[in-house]
Nanobody, 119 residues
């Protein structure tokens, strides 16, 4: 059974930082894309960032325009985990952040971790 478990959410002040972690179990996602979406109350889930590995030290990362330059996605294949560093947080970044891991046509989701930003 595949599970994705996020951690690291919490309360931060505007301009502050948080680091989210997502650990996968049940299968490895070394050759697959992993990433993050977020969902704020009353809004649809939106893409935040994704990362894929093409061998060696080569990773490809994509970011939503709204977080580019502030958030950094990374992964540790040895730990089957993906991370999201959130810097220069804004109130509009507040949401439940969900990690995902892809396997062919299937996308697995974590349960989410809450990020709250105080202004």
């Amino acid at each position: 059974q595949v599970q994705l478990v996020e951690s690291g959410g919490g309360l931060a002040q505007a301009g502050g930082s948080l680091r989210l972690s997502c650990a996968a179990s049940g299968r490895t996602f070394t050759s697959n894309a992993m990433g993050w979406f977020r969902q704020a109350p009353g809004k649809e889930r939106e893409f935040v960032a994704a990362i894929s590995w093409s061998g060696g030290n080569t990773f490809y990362a994509l970011y939503a325009e709204s977080v580019k330059g502030r958030f950094t996605i990374s992964r540790d294949n040895a730990k089957n985990s993906v991370y999201l560093q959130l810097n220069s947080l804004k109130p509009e970044d507040a949401a439940v952040y969900h990690c995902h891991a892809d396997a062919g046509w299937r996308r697995y989701w974590g349960q989410g971790t809450q990020v709250t930003v105080s202004s």
